[in-house]
């Protein structure tokens, strides 16, 4: 249903004037004389809350997706009013709401007008369920762009789109087409070079119109449910995007392994295949530290069971893949075998743990395993129970992760490949129809699957993925981007996608690497894995059903690129694992597109392929075949070609020829980027010396570099290492500053410091103001040297 939002619209119900109002702590609350209630709350001062009903009183108040541990508090808060409007005031904001009709303008202090209602609330009353379809419409000024919204397979840029959000099992999906497996009701919109946010937190479907039905007009809706949303203000995006964040929540860490590459394909079985896949990676050498076990090793795609066909002794083979580096995975879905025999199935039933129809019966649906029932994962009771079916697979088998799939949930042979809309839902003592609980179940069934592996892994990390998920999903899962095609078009939107994802708070993404459906070229998928190991989340998977997808399915040169390019992600961990710490700690997205990047640079504001990898590295992959090098923008500053050490000044589009084993990566001047051994898993060699290559550069610039025992909890009990570099480039001299903190102490003692760009011949070499014979620190002229990782101060210095 796309329900129109414009004034003209005969069913529109709008808010009649503001006759009284409240204050009450952080909340303002505005009644209409038609009941019509805003509560504007003030979470932070960059942060507001606003809540419509038109009931006169509100509904319990429950959300899924926010974080309850998020940070609030503001400084500053005021309250005043004049004939026409009363108007809020924080130290960041000023918020003016008109009593005449309860419209919205908000003001940063600079008195910029960041985001104004046009037709503002509205609503139109629902016959058949009850409530209402609840709108809101924004003006947009001219130049306006929009981002955000989660994974939608479309330009960067949501400027003239409209998109639908309503959790779908959209296999082999198209550009533009929608909608998707995952929700993000998050846009952030810019203008006037200041970036805000706006959630929309309604899990109904929803849908947002960015100018595409009214040139200055931007809109969004639900089917049900309240107008609830929240503003944030940036000015910046980095701003925006990691208050959103840490709104909706923040993973813990990963264990480090999970940063390397998985392996997966519809599927492998039976065991010896398993091995023969794990050491031809190990014989060719190409790092790889997760295998995948996908339905098939299930007896019958029953959850919770093993074919002992295909897996005699699952226990042994799991321990035999742990002893040459191999961590399992194994996939759970949702749908639950109808089978008076199959003990997951007799306990839920006893339970009664499944979704049931509005009249009573249970929800019946066809998925792999043929008819089944679903758990109701929207019931803690549920999870709780769902938590503990992981013992067996985490404590006996010795599994490490567990991949959710079909959780939209979808359902085969129906018109609209999910549940009926009666079906009802527990929603945590909420109770509720699909229509309300549709878009989060996922990230529930995700959410009671990650608390089960958590406590059976324990005192290791858990790792869980995810195909569905709502806002929040973060605090629990990883995500792909589902059944993606082989397709030089798909290449183009996994690198959009992934970058979406990350600016949607959800950056720990990646997409099925030479794409699902399909069977790519070898070039295609050289260059989807040269992509690939610059996504936060990566793993070759494929449906198997049009040939091997393994890098030895591809000729010899497409192996070496693969090796070339994994190779490159393993030294490049620690580095990974910095930027992952960077998100957790403080909602930092780990990809960043240009414009997230820049943007007070507008020829950031519609590109798409460019994106930093972490904050020092700029990547560009190439998305056509027969390439011989592309055109790409550079973002402003001064960057250093990966390949050739050769500087660039950017705030300019440019050729750069690559060959086939190459893509355009950057890196930038000044950066400090810490490298590891390669290793064929992790945690596979013992290594003495930390590699840094720092890249000069005229002025300053800021590097850091987060290690930990790589598994395990005690990195929240100070036990982390925790580098701050600066680097300090002048005419004929080099001045590198660092600064420790944390209680983990690293197993290696030494840096290899490499200098990459010196504009001088190194003459004399200082550690902490002490002059140092260059033999004894093996300095050779390609400078090289190697010290003690106990330094606070190295000067270079040349002529
Ligand atoms: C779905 C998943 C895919 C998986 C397949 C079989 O299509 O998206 O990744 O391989 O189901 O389980």
């Given amino acids: 249903m796309i329900t129109n939002t414009s004034l003209e619209h005969k069913g529109n119900l709008f808010p009649s004037k503001i006759v009284s109002y409240e204050h009450e702590g952080d909340s303002i609350s505005f009644y209409t004389d038609n009941n019509v209630i805003l509560k504007v709350t003030v979470l932070r001062d960059s942060l507001l809350r606003f809540r419509f009903t038109t009931k006169g009183y509100f509904s319990n108040d429950f959300s899924y997706a926010i974080d309850k541990t998020q940070l609030h508090g503001y400084n500053f808060l005021q309250v005043s009013e004049d004939e026409n409007y009363f108007e809020i005031r924080t130290s960041k904001v000023i918020c003016k709401i008109k009593k005449a009709d309860v419209r919205l303008s908000i003001y940063d202090l600079d008195n910029c007008l960041i985001l104004q209602d046009e037709l503002g609330f509205h609503w139109e009353e629902s016959y058949e369920y009850g409530g209402n379809v609840v709108k809101m419409s924004k003006s947009s000024k001219d130049g306006e762009c929009f981002y955000g919204l989660g994974d939608k397979a479309t330009q960067m840029n949501l400027k003239g789109k409209r998109v639908e959000n309503f959790a779908t099992d959209q296999y082999a999906y198209q550009k533009d087409q929608e909608p998707l497996y995952k929700v993000v009701p998050f846009y952030i919109g810019l203008h006037n070079q200041k970036s805000y946010g706006v959630f929309f937190d309604n899990t109904f479907r929803t849908f947002f119109d960015f ?304 794409g699902f459906a399909e069977q790519p070229t070898g070039e295609l998928y050289a260059r989807w894995i040269q992509l690939g190991v610059f996504h936060p989340f990566c793993r070759t998977h494929s449906s198997g059903d049009h040939g091997n997808q393994e890098p030895w399915a591809f000729d010899e040169e497409v192996i070496n690129i693969t090796r070339k390019f994994v190779n490159l992600r393993y030294q490049l961990l620690p580095y990974l694992y910095t930027m992952f710490w960077q998100y957790i700690e403080e909602g930092i997205p780990m990809l960043k597109p240009l414009v997230y990047y820049d943007q007070d640079d507008t020829q950031t504001h519609y590109r798409n392929d460019e994106f930093i990898f972490g904050n020092q590295i700029l990547v560009c992959p190439i998305l056509e075949p027969n390439a011989v090098g592309r055109r790409m923008y550079i973002p402003r500053g001064e960057w250093y070609n990966f390949w050739t050490n050769e500087l660039f000044s950017g705030g300019r589009e440019i050729w750069i020829d690559t060959k086939f084993d190459e893509i355009p990566v950057f890196i930038k001047a000044g950066a400090i980027i810490p490298k590891y051994p390669v290793q064929q898993y992790v945690g596979e060699l013992e290594f003495d010396e930390l590699t840094l290559d720092v890249y000069f550069k005229k002025g300053k610039e800021k590097s850091v570099v987060y290690e930990d025992a790589q598994d395990g909890y005690d990195y929240k009990k100070g036990r982390y290492s925790f580098l701050s570099f600066r680097t300090i480039g002048k005419e004929k001299e080099l001045i590198i500053q660092l600064h420790k903190e944390g209680k983990y102490d690293t197993p290696y003692s030494k840096y290899k410091i490499n200098l990459i760009g010196l504009p001088f011949k190194v003459t004399e070499i200082e550690i902490d103001n002490e002059k140092i014979e260059f033999d004894k620190i093996s300095f050779e002229q390609n400078n090289c040297l190697i010290i003690d990782k106990e330094f606070n101060e190295l000067h270079i210095v040349g002529e």
Avoid at 267 to 280: A, G, H, N
Avoid at 338 to 367: H, N, Q, S, T
Avoid at 491 to 510: C, D, E, K, P, Y
């Fill in 211 to 514: 100018c595409q039905e009214r040139r200055n007009v931007t809109s969004f809706w639900a089917e049900g449910g309240e107008m609830n949303y929240y503003f944030i203000y940036g000015p910046q995006m980095q701003d925006v995007v990691t208050t959103y964040t840490d709104l909706t929540g923040k993973p813990e860490l990963p264990p480090l392994w999970v940063l390397g590459y998985h392996q997966c394909k519809w599927s492998y079985y039976p065991e010896s295949k398993v091995k023969e896949i794990t050491s031809k990676f190990r014989e060719l050498k190409i790092p790889c530290d997760a295998i995948y076990l996908d339905i098939d090793y299930m007896d019958g795609f029953r959850c919770f069971t093993w074919n002992k066909e295909y897996f005699p002794d699952p226990k042994k083979m799991v321990s035999e893949l742990a002893e040459d580096g191999f961590k399992t995975i194994v996939i759970i879905d949702p749908g639950i075998k109808i089978d008076k025999d199959y003990w997951v199935y007799k306990e839920a039933l006893e339970k009664d743990y499944f979704c049931k129809r509005a009249d009573g019966p249970y929800m019946k649906g066809k998925v792999w395993p043929g008819e089944c029932n679903f758990p109701d994962y929207t019931n803690p009771v549920v999870r709780e129970w769902w938590a503990g079916l992981f013992k067996e697979l985490i404590s006996d088998i010795g599994v490490k992760g567990v991949w959710n799939d079909m959780n939209e949930p979808a359902v085969m042979e129906v018109p609209n490949k999910t549940f009926p809309m009666d079906v009802r839902h527990v929603y945590d003592g909420n109770p509720c129809s699909h229509r309300k609980a549709h878009n989060i179940y996922g990230t529930q069934m995700a959410r009671a699957t990650y608390h089960g592996v958590k406590r059976f892994v324990y005192p290791k990390r858990p790792f869980v993925i995810t195909r569905s998920a709502y806002s929040g999903a973060q605090r629990y899962t990883s995500s792909w981007t589902g059944d993606n095609v082989a397709t030089w078009e798909h290449l183009w939107i996994a690198n959009i996608q992934v970058q979406r994802m990350s600016i949607s708070g959800m950056g720990f993404t990646g997409s099925d690497i030479g």
